[in-house]
């Protein structure tokens, strides 16, 4: 084992969530009349960054505006996008085999602390603590923090992964190492290009990476 804490990223990292998310995002925005260039096709602009910044920093809105979009956005996921995001192949064995080797495996998303936890339970993961999107806790640096002093974890022990460039800034803002996955919603060149210590293009190289192959 090269690591005796694994924090995961959820959406493109553990689950290929896109479908679920993209049709939510389509969904709001058609509900509140955002329908002009369909900015919901830009699906780069809000997963990874997070659907909670797209509503500001992209559709402009208000924090009025934000709550209704994201609440009509967690009323599609509840009752579809749960069941449109499937595992990576071979990632529950993945997740399975390193809990039973001794490490502790964490998840570390932006994705909103209620669809997250949905999605675990459907697709029957276990871990040894999620940390996910709350109020006041919206961005993946506060995310990567509250898990490292929530569950005291040693840095120097641990590794974030996850398929955005944001992943790992987070995890080696905070003296972990970082590996970037090809396999979700981040290209091969952002992933080669923001600095982190292994990239996995499947789940069977970050096995490998994970076990110290």
């Known amino acids: 084992m090269r690591y005796k804490n694994v924090m995961l990223d959820f959406d493109g990292t553990i689950a290929r969530t896109g479908d679920g998310i993209i049709n939510g995002v389509k969904y709001a925005c058609e509900q509140m009349g955002y329908t002009d260039g369909k900015p ?37 996921y509840k009752e579809h996008g749960v069941y449109e995001g499937p595992l990576y192949p071979g990632m529950g064995e993945l997740i399975a085999d390193l809990r039973e080797k001794g490490a502790k495996v964490y998840v570390c998303t932006t994705k909103p602390e209620e669809l997250t936890l949905l999605c675990i339970e459907y697709l029957k993961l276990e871990f040894d603590g999620v940390v996910a999107m709350i109020t006041g806790r919206t961005t993946k640096d506060q995310v990567v923090e509250f898990a490292i002093k929530t569950y005291g974890l040693n ?10 460039d944001s992943d790992v800034y987070s995890g080696k803002k905070y003296g972990a190492e970082a590996v970037g996955v090809t396999y979700g919603y981040g290209s091969e060149e952002e992933m ?3 600095g982190a210590d292994f990239v996995a293009r499947d789940v069977a190289e970050l096995r490998s990476i994970l076990m110290g192959e």
């Open 192 to 194: 080669t290009s923001c």
């Open 155 to 164: 840095p120097k022990e641990s590794v974030m992964i996850g398929d955005r």
């Open 40 to 76: 919901w096709e830009d699906w780069r602009s809000y997963i990874g960054p997070t659907v909670y910044r797209f509503t500001t920093a992209i559709l402009g809105m208000d924090e009025t505006g934000r709550d209704e979009f994201m609440g009509l956005y967690a009323k599609y």
